[in-house]
């Protein structure tokens, strides 16, 4: 199996260029999102505060980032159960 990727993270402000040049470039924000979506919508999530590099695709939260927790040992302490 191949290891994982991680995505670095990606400001709101180079997200919202990217779908900018994109909607120039492709004619139509519909068609932009095909290919990128705006800040608001991306479902790319930085998760820990102590690990910048971290960023996970969560496309369940429909673009509402998650709870930032200060690092992965108390992701178990928010968790609903």
Sequence with gaps: MDEPRTI???????????FDDEVRRSGSPF???????PPAESS??????NEWWHVEHRPDRRGVPPRRL???GVHHLFEKG
């Excluded at 790319?44 to 505060?49: E, N």
């Design 8 to 18: 670095p993270p990606r400001p709101p402000v180079v997200q919202q260029r990217m």
């Design 31 to 37: 068609l932009a999102r095909r290919l990128v979506l």
């Design 70 to 72: 200060p690092h992965p």
């Design 44 to 49: 790319h999530d930085r998760l820990y505060d």
